[in-house]
């Protein structure tokens, strides 16, 4: 019920711009696409937690800081390699400028930070631009926790060293100042059709597994 208040919300903020796809809805599979995209959200999450925990490891928060900046965009890469499958990580507070948020997706981030839920929320809508190409997107917001913060929270605990590697890699960096349970950004999955069809079935048969 929760999100097709949000869904309804959104897309009047958005008129004009992106249009519902009223008659695809009754034959697009969307129970399929979400469990795809949670399937790759969870997949993406691992990789980057994996590559994070022993980036700290070896080299404290500030050898992470080197790592994640080429590491992180590359597991994007990797995984934008599949057909019809884009994901990405999104935040009102950017570190990496690169990624900025689309229309679409500062409305849903707006409205994920206007929430005290405690539970990640999530958006899903199907779309079709003016060349009559048909999007699925899911958004998943990520919650702050207190790994985190070691980045992520007030610079002023941050030694002189993280202080400067982060002025050095992300001179325009907004992504700090947050608090545990705050709401940091979302996960953004677009599903472009008919490619996506071939990945969401090997998405669904890897969860399987
Ligand atoms: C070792 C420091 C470090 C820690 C700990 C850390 N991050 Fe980050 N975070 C970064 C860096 C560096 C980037 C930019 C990566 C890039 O260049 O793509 C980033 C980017 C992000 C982004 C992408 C949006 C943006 O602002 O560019 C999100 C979302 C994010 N972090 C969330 C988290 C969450 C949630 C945690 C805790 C589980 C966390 N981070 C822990 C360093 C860290």
Known sequence: MKRVIIAGIIILALTGCIKRVEEKSETFDDKKAIAACEQVIAEYQQALKRELVSAMTSGGPVGAIAVCNVAAPAIADSFNARPGLDIKRISLKQRNIHFA????????????????????????????????????RYLKEIKVGQLCLKCHG??????????????????QDKAVGYNVG????????????????????????????
């Open 182 to 209: 705050d709401s940091r950004g979302a996960f953004s999955v677009t599903l472009t059709f008919p490619e996506a069809e071939a990945t969401i079935t090997e998405l669904l048969s890897e969860n399987g597994r």
């Open 101 to 136: 948020p689309d229309s679409l997706e500062v409305a849903v981030l707006e409205f994920f930070n206007s929430t005290v839920e405690i539970e990640p929320l999530t958006y899903s809508n199907l779309f079709t631009d003016s060349a009559g190409v048909i999007r699925f």
């Open 154 to 171: 007030n610079p002023e605990g941050f030694s002189s060293g993280l202080n400067a590697a982060l002025a050095e890699k992300y001179p």
